[in-house]
């Protein structure tokens, strides 16, 4: 990219012509060649979620030793290419070091596209355990605390962990993440939607459980660290360290003013009605048998989103080093690490990113749309 708004592998927004330069196709695989000129580019490319590399690269101290394998939440095209092209443009690139990454990540088995990760948005009573078989401590429960549970797997030296449960459990506390998971909603069909009150578990999860590479079922403790060690490829969990640790939990369960505090949290929810209609499983022992078999699922490390990104003025002009803008260029969205280059900070509100992408996206079109009339 060349400045004053010229640009060599766009991304986003071109508003209006005058200056020239010569560019590439921006997909991987060139086309050929063609130049692209405007007064003002505005780069809406996303984050770095689809590469890899990328963020192991940026991977914090604070969040331990880069997960050598992860599953793609993001789609490739999520790849951070312009950011590096904004970068060599002279755009300054902040905050790096900020991303949210979910724990609790499948291998879908039916990819939309490469290493397609799909996140389990799981209800809170799933028995988490690391690689090596011990419980994650409070307040790492399903659902809890995304980057916190991030920094505790991180330390344990392994990059997967998890979730052991029942298939009471699955059928009312399994979501999945992602339009094509939920097409009661994407349908907008009340009707379907309904469907979630009645027993068994949802399509796509019975899909998950029955297809999906990281799943063990099981009637027996035994035989579930069994398979976990199978899919695993390794023999890091022993059957009775695992038992004991259900068993405790289960104990918990009898007690009506347990200290477990995730039994609390469990019974803490069930006090919403429609957690407890459509969210939150009755409790109970997770080696009861009416309430089999047991399920064990393999939890990978799912890039998701990046936090920092191209640093922009209140204007979204993306700024370069010396803090003066740089000529013509604006980003929003993702690449501007949802406005400004990381307003989210080291941490995030679950669910808030498209607001930062559209109110970026709103100042940025009409920045530039000012500065060309
Ligand atoms: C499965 C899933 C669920 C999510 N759920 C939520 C949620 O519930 N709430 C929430 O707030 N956020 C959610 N997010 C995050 C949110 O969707 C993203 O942060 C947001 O879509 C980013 O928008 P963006 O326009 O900045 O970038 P993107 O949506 O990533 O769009 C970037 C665009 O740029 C194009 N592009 C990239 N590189 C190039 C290039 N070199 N040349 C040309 N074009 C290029 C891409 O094709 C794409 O169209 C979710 C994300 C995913 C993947």
Same mark, same amino acid.
Request: a positive charge; proline letters at 6%; glycine letters at 12%.
């Given at each position: 990219m060349k400045t004053g708004g010229t640009v060599t592998g766009v991304s986003g927004a071109v508003l209006a012509d005058s200056s020239v330069a010569r560019g590439q196709t921006s997909s991987r695989e060139a086309t050929g060649e063609f130049t692209l000129s405007a007064q003002a580019v505005i780069v809406t490319s996303g984050g770095i979620g689809g590469d890899h590399d990328l963020v192991r690269k940026a991977w914090p101290a604070r969040l331990g030793t880069p997960p050598k394998r992860m599953v793609a939440g993001v789609p490739a095209h999520v790849d951070g290419r312009m950011l590096g092209i904004t970068e060599a443009a002279g755009g300054q690139i902040i905050n790096p070091d900020r991303m949210w990454h979910y724990t609790e990540g499948? &291998? @879908?088995?039916? !990819?939309?596209? $490469?290493?397609?990760?799909?996140?389990?948005?799981?209800g809170p009573s799933s028995?988490?355990?690391? %690689?090596?078989?011990?419980r994650l401590p409070a307040p790492c429960y399903p659902g809890?605390?995304?980057?916190?549970?991030?920094k505790h797997l991180m %330390?344990?030296?392994?990059?997967?962990s998890w979730f052991v449960l029942t298939q009471k459990i699955i059928e009312k506390?399994? %979501?999945?993440?992602?339009?094509? &998971?939920? !097409?009661?909603?994407? @349908?907008?069909?009340v009707r379907q939607v309904l469907q979630r009150v009645r027993p068994g578990a949802p399509a796509p999860v019975e899909a998950f459980k029955q297809k999906g590479a990281d799943f063990v079922v099981a009637p027996t403790v035994e035989e579930l660290v069994a398979g976990m060690n199978t899919l695993a490829g390794s023999s890091l969990l022993s059957a009775p360290a695992v038992k004991a640790v259900i068993e405790s939990r289960d104990r918990q369960l009898t007690n009506p003013f347990a200290k477990d505090a995730q039994i609390t949290a469990i019974r803490g929810a069930r006090a919403y009605r429609g957690d407890k209609l459509i969210r939150v =499983?009755? !409790?109970h022992r997770l080696l009861d048998p009416k309430a089999g078999p047991l399920i064990a699922v393999r939890l990978n490390i799912l890039t998701r989103k990046t936090?920092?990104?191209?640093?922009?003025?209140?204007? =979204?002009?993306?700024? &370069?080093?010396?803090?003066? $803008?740089l000529p013509g260029v604006y980003a929003a969205g993702e690449a501007a690490g949802f406005g400004g280059g990381g307003m989210h900070g080291? @941490?995030?509100?679950e669910g808030t990113f498209l607001g930062g992408c559209l109110f970026s996206g709103r100042v940025a079109g009409r920045a530039a749309a000012a500065a060309i009339a």
């Amino acid at each position: 990219m060349k400045t004053g708004g010229t640009v060599t592998g766009v991304s986003g927004a071109v508003l209006a012509d005058s200056s020239v330069a010569r560019g590439q196709t921006s997909s991987r695989e060139a086309t050929g060649e063609f130049t692209l000129s405007a007064q003002a580019v505005i780069v809406t490319s996303g984050g770095i979620g689809g590469d890899h590399d990328l963020v192991r690269k940026a991977w914090p101290a604070r969040l331990g030793t880069p997960p050598k394998r992860m599953v793609a939440g993001v789609p490739a095209h999520v790849d951070g290419r312009m950011l590096g092209i904004t970068e060599a443009a002279g755009g300054q690139i902040i905050n790096p070091d900020r991303m949210w990454h979910y724990t609790e990540g499948l &291998q @879908n088995w039916d !990819p939309v596209w $490469p290493n397609h990760g799909i996140r389990i948005l799981p209800g809170p009573s799933s028995l988490w355990l690391d %690689a090596t078989g011990k419980r994650l401590p409070a307040p790492c429960y399903p659902g809890f605390d995304t980057l916190g549970t991030l920094k505790h797997l991180m %330390a344990t030296g392994h990059d997967y962990s998890w979730f052991v449960l029942t298939q009471k459990i699955i059928e009312k506390e399994f %979501a999945l993440s992602g339009s094509e &998971q939920n !097409p009661d909603l994407t @349908n907008r069909s009340v009707r379907q939607v309904l469907q979630r009150v009645r027993p068994g578990a949802p399509a796509p999860v019975e899909a998950f459980k029955q297809k999906g590479a990281d799943f063990v079922v099981a009637p027996t403790v035994e035989e579930l660290v069994a398979g976990m060690n199978t899919l695993a490829g390794s023999s890091l969990l022993s059957a009775p360290a695992v038992k004991a640790v259900i068993e405790s939990r289960d104990r918990q369960l009898t007690n009506p003013f347990a200290k477990d505090a995730q039994i609390t949290a469990i019974r803490g929810a069930r006090a919403y009605r429609g957690d407890k209609l459509i969210r939150v =499983a009755t !409790p109970h022992r997770l080696l009861d048998p009416k309430a089999g078999p047991l399920i064990a699922v393999r939890l990978n490390i799912l890039t998701r989103k990046t936090l920092g990104g191209l640093h922009t003025d209140l204007s =979204a002009r993306v700024l &370069q080093s010396d803090g003066s $803008p740089l000529p013509g260029v604006y980003a929003a969205g993702e690449a501007a690490g949802f406005g400004g280059g990381g307003m989210h900070g080291y @941490n995030s509100l679950e669910g808030t990113f498209l607001g930062g992408c559209l109110f970026s996206g709103r100042v940025a079109g009409r920045a530039a749309a000012a500065a060309i009339a």
